[in-house]
């Protein structure tokens, strides 16, 4: 019996390393090998997957990974009580966690970090933007940022002229058509684009509205894409100003673009190629922010740029400010924030959060290339 038990306590951990080892090193391999990547994997593996993934996502309106995640929390509740229940009276045996328990646990995150990988991670081993718009960020340029901003200040002016939305000074505009109008409007959009041809004919999950939107708030989080569902969710009490990007960004991120300011990219040129100009609006107030934010190193250039900002773009600004002042400066959104950076730097983004602020050299990029209107 001992032999017997000792053998199978071998197998697990043996089985344990086999598994966590292996996702690791496809990892790193995925990482000298971004060529193999962008072509197999990411031109004919990811897509044929992401249609069958997305399917379950589909058939339902509601976050199917919400429910998912609500039934494992509460299975584990339940198991754990009654583990607690009938162990009451019973010492636990430490050969029994290390032989079994430990072993099973890290298969368990071996099995999810191969799954994750296949579903999503082998995208950080690409660089989508250059491979598949064909840039290369320029070097650092002030007076091209600045020129960069003023466009983008002048055009979310003008779009939101053209689109006319409600306004208040508390909340800021209100969005001018449904939560679903907004999504079909955004698809339509990325199935326009050209560089993303390849994808037009895959059917996406839908973004979807989370019951804990709330959460999500609190937690710093306008949005996350959930690979294992092929859904991408947004928080759908944030301003509506930000909204059409946050929902963009995350549809970037189900497509492909893993990198923060890839998927930052990649939402603002869709919402600016978009229909309707409260979506243009977004794109071009969302690159604004992110052009000042980097113009602000040179104080004169940036009160010069920020200035040109009209009544309804501040307003919205403001709105933003104030919304994640109220909900996401706890300690929610520091652990939050926390483990986000943690994540992407554990997925080889050196920069971690700092990450979404470094689309401004794509868009800068872009405009070089003569492609910004």
């Keep these: 019996m001992l032999r017997r038990l000792s ?33 197999v994997y990411a031109g004919w593996v990811y897509p044929a997957l992401a249609a069958w993934v997305a ?19 509460a299975g584990s509740l339940g198991l754990g009580a009654w583990a607690a229940w009938h162990g009451r009276r019973q010492r636990p045996r430490l050969g029994i966690l290390l032989g079994r328990g430990v072993p099973v646990a890290i298969i368990c995150l071996g099995l999810g970090a191969h799954l994750f990988l ?42 939101l002229a053209a689109a006319a939305p409600p306004l208040d000074a508390e909340n800021g505009s209100r969005l001018p058509m449904s939560l679903a109008e907004l999504t079909d409007l955004l698809d339509a959009s990325f199935r326009r684009c050209p560089e993303l041809a390849h994808l037009a004919h895959i059917q996406f999950a839908p973004p979807k509205a989370p019951w804990s939107s709330g959460l999500m708030a609190r937690a710093g989080i306008s949005g996350i894409f959930i690979p294992f569902t092929g859904e991408p969710h947004y928080d759908r009490y944030q301003p509506a100003s930000s909204l059409p990007f946050t929902v963009a960004h995350e549809m970037a991120h ?51 740029v920020a200035a040109l900002a009209g009544d309804g773009l501040r307003t919205d600004w403001r709105a933003q400010g104030r919304y994640w002042s109220r909900y996401a400066s706890g300690r929610l959104a520091r652990v939050s924030m926390r483990l986000n950076h943690a994540y992407l730097q554990a997925n080889g983004v ?23 209107n």
């Design 350 to 372: 050196s920069s971690g959060v700092a990450n979404y602020g470094e689309v401004t050299g794509w868009l800068l990029a872009w405009q070089a290339a003569g492609k910004l």
């Design 254 to 304: 189900q497509r492909g673009f893993a990198f923060e300011s890839e998927a930052n990219f990649v939402a603002t040129i869709v919402c600016l190629r978009a229909e309707h100009p409260y979506i243009r609006y977004s794109g071009w107030a969302g690159a604004a922010r992110y052009a000042l934010r980097d113009l602000a190193r040179a104080p004169a250039r940036y009160q010069a």
């Design 118 to 159: 296949l579903l999503f991670g082998y995208h950080y081993a690409r660089t989508a933007v250059p491979n598949t718009f064909g840039l290369t960020p320029p070097p650092p340029d002030p007076v091209a940022l600045e020129q960069f901003a003023r466009t983008c200040v002048e055009q979310a002016n003008a779009e």
């Design 7 to 39: 053998a199978t306590t071998w197998s697990l951990w043996l089985l344990a390393g086999l598994v966590s080892g292996s996702a690791y090193g496809l990892r790193v391999l995925a990482d000298h090998a971004p060529r193999l990547v962008e072509t």
């Design 55 to 73: 399917l379950p996502g589909r058939l339902v309106p509601f976050s199917l990974a919400e429910a998912v995640l609500g039934m494992l929390l």
